[in-house]
C-alpha cells in the first residue's frame, strides 16, 4: 500500500543518505524509511542529482517517540533499504501540524493543510521577510484576512496604501482558479476595514477618516522624543512650556510658537522652524483620533500613509506604538496585531537610519507579549531591521532572498538557518514560503494560499528579473529623506 519511490545507495549518513530514483519523486518531497530501532522514520528530498534525475538526496527528519516528541534516529539507514512517498498522516505526526487555526496554505507538494495558531501569532510575534516582489504583503494578506475571520482587531501602518484592497474579493481570474484546491472563496472585508489618512482627503480621496494626533499640551519630553536638541534649545522649550503651563490650562502648538518666539536666546530659531514644520503637517489636532477606535474586535484600521513624508511616518507609527502599548498595559483596548509593512523604516539595525519610533518598536518586540499585542514586522531588507525586533519574532516567514547581506543577516538572527536552508531561500519560487514556528516540530516550505481579497500590490506591475527596482525605491526614499532633512534637521 505503501509507494516505493527508491532503494538506498552509496554511502548514508545519520542525517542524510542517497537514493536510487524508482518512481515519482520531485524536489522537497517527504519520504520515508523503515528502520529496526524507531519505526518509519521521515526525510525530505533536498536534492536530484543527476540530469535525468535517477539520483536522489534526502535530509532525515526523524521520528516521533512514544512521548510525541520528534527524535533523529538511533542508527543510519541501510543501504539498499526501501524509500517510501511519506503518507499524509505520517507526514502530520511527525511534524506536528495541527488541524484549525490560522490558515497559511499547503505544505508545498502536498494536500496538506498549514495552520498557525492565532494566540501564538499575536503572543509571540511574526517576521516576513523576502526580497521585493516576492510576496510578502501578498502574505501578510493572508494573514490579515485569517486574522479578521478570528475576530483579531489588526492595526496596519501601510506605507505605500496597498492594503485597501482588502475591501475587496479578488477578482484575479487566474487566482480564482485555484480557490478550491486550498478550499476557499472570494471575499472582501469592506464592513471590516477602515481606512485613516493622516495627510487630508484631497491627497487621499480613497481613505474613510482622518487620522490626527493630540496637538493640546504638548510635553517637552514629547517633542523631545521627536528631535535631538542641544541643551541651549531644550533649555528655551522648557522655559516657554512652564511660562505657558502657569497661565493656560490647555496650550496648543501655536502657543508654543509664540512663546518661543518671545525667548531673547538665538536657540529659539531652530526650535520654532522645528515647530512650524510640525503644525504644517496638519497631524496636530485638539479632536485627534482616540487609540479605541482604531483597536476595535472585528475590525482592520489601515493607517494609509500615502502622501506622508517618512519622518511624519515615523512620528505616527511612534505615537500610534506608544498609545497601543499603553490602552494594552491599561486594557483599554482588546488584544491586537499591529502590522508594520517597510519595518527597516521604523525600526532600523543601528548604523542604518534613525528612527523617533525605533525604541518604542523595541520595546513592544520583547514587552509586548505580555500585554497580547503581537507584532507583524515585513521587509525586504533583513539586514537592514533592528535585530532586537527580528529576532523577538517566533513565527518566522521568508520567501526568497537573493541578497547576500539579507542571507547573512538572516543566518544570524534565526537560529534554525543552515547552510543548506540559506541555498534553499535564494531558489524559492514566488508564493512559496519558508515557515518556521514554535508550534511546528522544524521548518517546512508552504505554498501560500491565494488571497480571498484583492491583493494591492498588483496594480504598479514590475518585472521581478530585479530590473533594479529595489534600488530605485531606495533612490527614491534617499531624495524623500533629504528634502525632509533640510526640513526638519535641526543640529
Ligand atoms: N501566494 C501567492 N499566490 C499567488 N500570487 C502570489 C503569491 N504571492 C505573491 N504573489 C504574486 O506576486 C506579486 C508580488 O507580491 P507582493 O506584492 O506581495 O510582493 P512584496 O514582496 O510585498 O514586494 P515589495 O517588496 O515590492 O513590497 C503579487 O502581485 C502577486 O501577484
Ligand atoms: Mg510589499
Given at each position: 500500500m505503501y509507494k516505493l519511490v527508491g532503494t538506498v545507495t552509496g554511502e548514508v549518513q545519520l542525517h542524510k543518505f542517497d537514493f536510487i530514483v524508482s518512481g515519482e519523486v520531485r524536489i522537497n518531497e517527504y519520504v520515508k524509511v523503515w528502520n529496526e530501532l524507531d519505526g518509519w522514520v521521515l526525510a525530505r528530498v533536498v536534492k536530484l542529482v543527476d540530469a535525468d534525475k535517477k539520483r536522489a538526496t534526502a535530509e532525515v527528519i526523524g521520528y516521533k517517540d512514544d512521548r510525541g516528541f520528534l527524535m533523529q534516529p538511533n542508527s543510519t539507514v541501510a543501504r539498499n533499504d526501501k524509500v517510501f512517498k511519506a503518507d499524509r498522516a505520517f507526514i502530520i505526526e511527525t511534524l506536528g501540524l495541527r488541524s484549525g487555526g490560522i490558515y497559511l496554505g499547503l505544505l508545498d507538494g502536498r494536500n496538506i493543510p498549514v495552520y498557525l495558531r492565532k494566540e501564538e501569532l499575536i503572543q509571540k510575534h511574526c517576521s516576513i521577510l523576502a526580497k521585493t516582489g516576492s510576496g510578502k504583503s501578498y502574505t501578510a494578506g493572508v494573514l490579515i484576512e485569517e486574522l479578521l475571520e478570528k475576530n483579531v482587531p489588526l492595526l496596519i501602518i501601510d506605507p505605500h496604501g496597498e492594503y485597501i484592497t482588502l475591501k475587496y474579493e479578488n477578482r484575479s481570474e487566474e487566482e480564482r482558479r485555484q480557490m478550491e484546491k486550498y478550499g476557499i472563496t472570494p471575499r472582501g472585508y469592506a464592513s471590516r476595514v477602515v481606512v485613516y489618512t493622516p495627510t487630508n482627503f484631497s491627497i487621499n480621496?480613497?481613505?474613510d477618516r482622518l487620522f490626527r494626533i493630540d496637538g493640546i499640551n504638548l510635553s517637552v519630553k514629547e517633542l523631545y522624543d521627536l528631535f535631538p536638541m542641544s541643551d541651549a534649545q531644550l533649555g528655551v522649550l522648557y522655559q516657554s512650556i512652564n511660562d505657558i503651563k502657569s497661565q493656560k490650562e490647555f496650550y496648543t502648538i501655536e502657543d508654543i510658537i509664540k512663546k518661543v518666539s518671545e525667548s531673547k536666546s538665538s536657540a529659539r530659531w531652530r526650535i520654532i522652524h522645528f515647530l512650524e514644520r510640525i503644525r504644517e503637517t496638519g497631524i496636530l489636532s485638539d479632536s485627534p483620533t482616540r487609540i479605541e477606535e482604531l483597536v476595535k474586535v472585528g475590525q482592520a484600521s489601515i493607517?494609509?500613509?500615502?502622501?506622508?513624508e517618512p519622518e511624519l511616518q515615523r512620528l505616527i507609527v511612534y505615537r500610534i506604538c506608544k498609545e497601543v502599548f499603553e490602552g494594552r498595559k491599561m486594557n483599554k483596548i482588546p488584544p491586537l496585531m499591529l502590522v508594520i509593512e517597510e519595518a527597516h523604516n521604523f525600526c532600523p539595525e543601528r548604523g542604518f537610519e534613525k528612527a523617533v519610533s525605533s525604541n518604542i518598536l523595541r520595546t513592544i518586540a520583547s514587552e509586548g507579549r505580555k500585554f497580547g499585542l503581537g507584532l507583524l514586522v515585513i521587509s525586504q531588507r533583513p539586514a537592514r531591521v533592528d535585530k532586537n525586533v527580528i529576532s523577538q519574532c517566533n513565527t518566522q516567514i521568508i520567501l526568497r532572498v537573493t541578497n547576500p547581506n539579507d542571507i547573512r543577516a538572516l543566518s544570524r538572527g534565526l537560529e534554525f538557518m543552515s547552510s543548506e536552508m540559506e541555498e534553499e531561500i535564494k531558489r524559492i519560487p514566488q508564493g512559496v514560503a519558508l515557515l518556521s514556528s514554535p508550534g511546528i516540530e522544524l521548518p517546512i516550505l508552504v505554498d501560500v494560499r491565494v488571497r480571498r481579497s484583492e491583493h494591492g500590490g498588483r496594480a504598479v506591475d514590475f518585472d521581478d528579473s530585479d530590473n533594479g527596482r529595489g534600488e530605485i525605491e531606495i533612490e527614491e526614499q534617499e531624495r524623500k529623506k533629504s528634502i525632509f532633512a533640510r526640513l526638519f534637521s535641526i543640529t
Open positions: 480621496p480613497d481613505a493607517i494609509d500613509m500615502k502622501g506622508a
